[in-house]
Structure formats: structure tokens, C-alpha cells
């Protein structure tokens, strides 16, 4: 099992307001990860696997993960899975540039967002801010209706999975729930690549990142709306996707 020595800093008059996990078998990447997340205010904490993840999460509590896919042992993926299974904590992807399919089974697998190597720090930081942002005012919001109703489906918000007319549920991985949700919340309304990519992961899309497609294409699997010729959620063309139906909101 690796693991690397905790550095914790902040800057002068700069209070630590997060603890952040970094699970990466690159000494040089965490140690540098270290360094400038700290200046920044944040407590950091190294695992250079999944065991030393896994000892760290039940040592103590955490903010954020950032895990790296690539990973001795069990891989990234894998991790992020298993560790969505028992919570809900934030998970920010470390990927290998243009790695699509990384990319997508990390949001599948309930990544909150992921980043493809090499990275600017900076960007880093936006997205580490962008992710507990949209978590801290998701755990505030005590009004959110608890279910979105739609055309014989049930989006149950708190057990966060989908159930049919007859009640029988189908499983949804944590992006398509996401993705379901955005669509949900605001029926009728063509929503852009951009915007489902902004509820997805909390960011705008890169031109040529297909994952908005590829994860409305599964979407439609679940929901048997026909991908010929969908009627639930329709393709705008140059434009995005829309929900065609209306929606009820249930406390």
C-alpha cells in the first residue's frame, strides 16, 4: 500500500476551508497538488492507492475526493464506483486527455466531474470550487420537491433512481440521474450542450466532447423512448435536446 504524507497550509489570513483527498500514485503531481491547493486555503491529504484511499476515508472526513483513473490496483473507476455505493461524497475524475470513454464511465459511475491530464492548477481549483458549491446548495435546499413526475415515470430525488407506472424501478447510473434531473426540472425548454453539461458536471462543454450525446443516447434506452425516432426527448438540431413532457413536482 503507498500513501503519501499529509500537507496541510493556507495562506497567511486565508482560513482552511475544505479537506480535500488526492488519490494519485504520482508523488511529483501530489506533491505539487499539495503545495498549491494549500495556498489556496484547502487541507490536503495524499493516498497513493486504494487501500491508502480507502484507510484515509475511514481515518477521517472529507470535502472532495480527486482521484486519478489510472491507479495500482484497482483502478480509479472502480474506486469511484464502489465508493458511490456507500456515499455521497464529491468526486472529481483525474483522466488521460481524450480518453472519451474514461470519461463518460466516470460519470456513470457517479464522478461529479472529471479533468483530463496534464491540467492548469487553475482550472483545477474551478472545478474543486464549482463541485462544492452545487453540492453545499443541494444539502441547504430543503424545499426541492422529493419526486419529478413525467409521462408514467417517477424520478424519485431522494432515493435517486427512476420507477415506472407499474412501480418497478430502473436503475440509473449517478450522470444519467443527473442528466434526467436537469431534463425534469425544466421541461419543455431546449436545453443546450452546454446547459446539460453545466448539471452534469458543472461546466460548459468542449466542442468536441460527445459525452452529453452518448449519455442522452443511454437515457433514452431507459426511459424505451425509440432512438430512431425518440418522442420523450427530442434532438433540436444545432440546438440541444428537449423533454416533451409536462411535469409534475411532488413534495
Request: proline share 6%.
Amino acid at each position: 500500500m503507498r500513501g503519501y504524507p499529509c500537507r496541510q497550509g493556507s495562506r497567511k489570513g486565508h482560513p482552511v476551508q475544505n479537506k480535500l483527498l488526492v488519490v494519485d500514485d504520482d508523488p511529483e503531481l501530489s506533491a505539487l497538488l499539495s503545495d498549491y491547493l494549500g495556498q489556496q486555503g484547502y487541507a490536503v491529504v495524499h493516498a497513493g492507492d486504494g487501500d491508502a484511499m480507502q484507510a484515509a476515508l475511514a481515518r477521517e472526513p472529507f470535502d472532495l475526493v480527486i482521484l486519478d483513473v489510472m491507479l495500482p490496483g484497482a483502478d480509479g473507476l472502480t474506486l469511484c464506483r464502489d465508493l458511490r455505493a456507500r456515499s455521497r461524497l464529491p468526486v472529481l475524475m483525474l483522466t488521460a486527455r481524450g480518453d472519451e470513454l474514461d470519461r463518460i464511465i466516470g460519470l456513470e459511475m457517479g464522478a461529479d466531474d472529471y479533468l483530463p491530464k496534464p491540467f492548469n492548477p487553475r482550472e483545477l481549483l474551478a472545478r474543486i470550487k464549482s463541485i462544492l458549491r452545487r453540492t453545499q446548495e443541494t444539502a441547504g435546499d430543503a424545499a426541492a420537491p422529493r419526486a419529478l413526475v413525467f409521462a408514467g415515470w417517477t424520478l424519485d430525488l431522494s432515493a435517486r433512481h427512476l420507477a415506472g407506472a407499474d412501480g418497478v424501478v430502473t436503475p440509473l447510473s449517478a450522470g444519467e440521474f443527473r442528466l434526467l434531473q436537469a431534463f425534469a426540472e425544466h421541461p419543455r425548454r431546449v436545453l443546450s450542450r452546454d446547459q446539460l453539461m453545466e448539471a452534469l458536471a458543472g461546466r460548459d462543454a468542449d466542442p468536441l466532447d460527445r459525452t452529453i450525446d452518448v449519455m442522452v443516447s443511454r437515457l433514452r434506452r431507459r426511459l424505451n423512448d425509440d432512438a430512431r425516432e425518440p418522442t420523450l426527448i427530442k434532438t433540436i438540431r444545432s440546438e440541444g435536446y428537449v423533454l416533451t413532457a409536462d411535469v409534475e413536482r411532488r413534495a
